[in-house]
């Protein structure tokens, strides 16, 4: 292992403005990536970055996934060249993004990789007391670039002119051990924002990974901030948990921290610390089913399973013990309509507020659950009679209902991968579908998409509400 020189250095894992890091530099014979592991369109632009006189570095994920020996789902690239010059070299391009503009380039199969200009470390240049995130986020060197990221094992970069990792933080031994550790500071890093601290939670659930001390009790200390972030960013962060065929580690990792019942507050009558109350198991037994499902998709059979059923399967053990679902006799005329009216304002009270749900999708939410009653009395044991059948919300409501039953301990079907495949497009369709996603991708896409989620309050910034209006 080697080390690159650099113009700064780092105090208890924070730069400081005047000293010197050196970063460490470990040599192919001292990890297990190799560049045939890499995406062949992701080598194509770190080819074409160096052949141009530009510095090109697979960063983030795809190194850690690299690493860990699993296939990365992303390979984003960040490089020296700034936006327009990246347009200029790839002409299947666009660039994206207000507050920080980041390119895409377009391969066949709608193929995308995201390359973004190195970031420069403008929080690290506060005083440590600012609220928010700062707001000159500027173009920056590679240390800085490491420096801003969230986790240590977050923060590498793989070059392929040497085929070396460069690491300034100490990502490497973070892999090594199993750690998940914040860069920096973890009260400031939590306090910019708090939605990092979800972010813990994912990777050390995906990875099976200890959260070091330092960044756990900073997480105690700061898990009530949380819901400082835009309803909109928190329904998204925890869509791709729900999506991520690890859903059931996620929300076994959270039921530790206070991270859990700072989301879902409504679950606390039915929560024992720990996880280990009859309504956690249930939805735990819920979300495993749904990891099975996601973990069998495949390219030849993708899956999607649409937000409105993961939140009514994520509300499922909740609503039947507070609505006493489905009850000993099927709710019926006045009383169906009454319970319905009852279990769609608590949702849209205690969940569509919260998570910003659209309210289409708490009315279908609210459809699936109440309907727990029907198809539990409707059954004879040998089917559902053709009434039921015909209903628009039967299919549905069936996948619900046998995941409830399998929560339950008293079902063993499930649901399967064919309930949630997509289905092939029709000749003549393709064109189409192809256009509705690139255009989507520029609006919805991850970190890279869609306009900044700015506060309506004054003071507030980057997606968070300031603390003194909140």
């Not at 990792?253 to 879902?264: D, G, K, N, R, S």
């Not at 006799?329 to 998570?355: M, T, Y």
Request: glycine residues 8%; aromatic residues 10%; proline residues 5%.
């Amino acid at each position: 292992m080697s080390s690159l020189p650099q113009e700064n250095k780092t105090t208890a894992g924070k730069p400081s403005p005047a000293a010197t890091v050196e970063a460490a530099i470990f040599p192919e014979s001292e990890h297990p990536i190799r560049e045939q592991q890499l995406d062949r369109e992701a080598l194509k632009v770190l080819y074409r970055l160096r052949d141009a006189g530009f510095k090109g570095y697979l960063v983030g994920g795809g190194v850690r996934d690299l690493f860990l020996g699993k296939k990365p789902k992303d390979f984003d690239i960040s490089t020296d060249a700034r936006p327009g010059q990246l347009r200029r070299l790839f002409r299947n391009s666009r660039t994206i993004g207000r507050r920080f503009r980041l390119v895409q380039v377009f391969f066949r199969g709608n193929k995308i990789i995201e390359v973004s200009t190195l970031r420069s470390r403008s929080e690290y240049e506060e005083d440590g007391e600012g609220e928010l995130l700062a707001s000159n986020n500027t173009f920056g060197t590679l240390e800085e670039d490491a420096f801003r990221r969230d986790l240590t094992i977050n923060s590498l970069f793989y070059e392929i002119e040497g085929r070396t990792v460069i690491d300034y933080v100490g990502g490497v031994e973070d892999l090594n051990r199993g750690i998940i550790r914040m860069v920096g500071d973890p009260d400031q890093r939590f306090s910019h924002d708090p939605a990092r601290m979800l972010r813990v939670v994912r990777h050390a659930a995906r990875t099976g990974f200890a959260v070091d001390a330092a960044t756990s009790e900073a997480l105690q200390r700061h898990s009530s901030e949380l819901m400082l972030c835009p309803p909109s960013r928190l329904r998204d962060e925890i869509l791709k948990d729900l999506r991520s065929g690890a859903s059931k580690l996620w929300a076994e990792q959270c039921m530790t921290t206070p991270l859990w019942l700072t989301l879902f507050p409504f679950y606390q009558d039915y929560f024992q610390a720990g996880g280990k109350d009859e309504t956690s198991l249930a939805l735990l037994r819920i979300l495993g089913e749904i990891d099975r499902v996601y973990q069998s998709s495949s390219e030849e059979q993708p899956v999607h399973i649409e937000e409105h059923f993961l939140f009514a399967a994520l509300l499922l053990p909740w609503a039947s013990a507070h609505f006493k679902l489905p009850g000993e006799e099927r709710l019926r005329g006045p009383q169906f309509h009454q319970c319905f009216a009852a279990l769609r304002e608590d949702i849209g009270e205690r969940f569509g507020v919260p998570f910003n749900i659209p309210r289409m999708a708490k009315e279908r939410i609210s459809t699936l659950l109440i309907n727990l009653s029907t198809l539990h009395h409707a059954g004879n044991g040998k089917g559902y009679p053709k009434w039921l059948k015909k209903k628009s919300y039967y299919q549905e409501c069936k996948r619900l209902y046998d995941l409830y039953q399998l929560s339950r301990g008293k079902g063993t079907a499930g649901i399967s991968v064919e309930d949630f495949a997509l289905p092939e497009p029709k000749q003549g369709e393709v064109e189409v579908i192809s256009a509705v996603q690139e255009a989507s991708s520029s609006s919805s896409r991850g970190r890279g998409g869609g306009n900044p989620a700015f506060s309506s309050h004054k003071g507030g910034i980057f997606g968070l509400r300031s603390r003194r209006h909140s």
